[in-house]
């Protein structure tokens, strides 16, 4: 299975600023997603990381929010933008390579926002 | 839509005790279902994955089975170590690419 490099594993962040979060794959995946996790709840997609094109975001989450690149098939970030305290979560990235493959799932950014 | 529920939602053994964990699904239209661990603050890590056309899967201390038809999986823990504490989550892959979580056991292996 796929092995991901996450970064940051966790940041403590002012109200207002952004935060970029980094996920490296170690072999080409087409399909990439990024979860968050809030206190005490299970995971929730934000968005699909298509390569070539826009995301595609779940109900909930806009672009300008939660802006993603996906230059290759290796590689993507998630930016949390205007951060309130209410964004404090775990994020993770995840992939899957389709059919009846599971899914791997990045080691986390915990993010906390004062 | 796809509900998955997970009991109990904690549960605390003492060392060396055999335990069981349920997940139960709506919807028996699924490709798999995955068992994963995940530490306090970290990520996930995927214990065991059953394909739908299979009854169970074993790792090491590790059983996890399905029965589809009727929407349920049990995640067997033979000779629990402290460990093993962590929170257990299942999932469903639904069509379309969708994965769909249960709410999670947080398992306590006391010493």
């Known amino acids: 299975s796929a092995v991901i490099s996450q970064k940051p594993s966790r940041d403590i962040c002012q109200r207002g600023t952004s935060l970029t979060i980094q996920c490296q794959v170690d072999s080409q995946v087409t399909m990439m997603f990024w979860y968050r996790q809030q206190p005490g709840q299970s995971l929730t997609l ?12 779940e109900s909930g989450f806009v672009i300008d929010k939660f802006p993603i690149s996906r230059p ?25 390579k389709g059919g009846n493959y599971g899914y791997t799932f990045g080691s986390g950014t915990r993010l906390t926002v004062v | 839509k796809q509900e998955v ?34 530490d306090p603050g970290k990520g996930l890590t995927s214990l065991l994955l059953i394909q739908s056309s299979q009854r169970e899967q074993t790792s090491g ?10 929407g349920r999986s049990t ?18 892959k639904g069509g379309a690419n969708n994965l769909f979580f249960g709410t999670g056991t947080r398992l306590t292996v006391i010493p």
């Open chain 1, 46 to 57: 934000i968005a699909t990381a298509n390569q070539g094109s826009e995301a595609t975001y």
């Open chain 2, 5 to 38: 529920t997970q009991i109990p939602a904690a549960l605390s053994v003492p060392e060396g005790e055999n335990l069981v964990l349920n997940c139960s699904f709506t919807d028996s239209a699924i490709y798999n279902l995955q068992w994963f661990r995940q």
């Open chain 2, 75 to 92: 995640l067997y823990i033979a000779a629990s170590q402290p460990g093993d504490s962590a929170t257990y989550l299942c999932a469903v």
């Open chain 1, 72 to 96: 290759n098939l290796t590689f993507s970030t998630l930016t949390v933008s205007n951060m309130s305290p209410e964004d404090s979560s775990i994020y993770l990235c995840s992939v899957n």
């Open chain 2, 61 to 70: 201390r590790l059983n996890a089975s399905l029965d589809k038809s009727s």
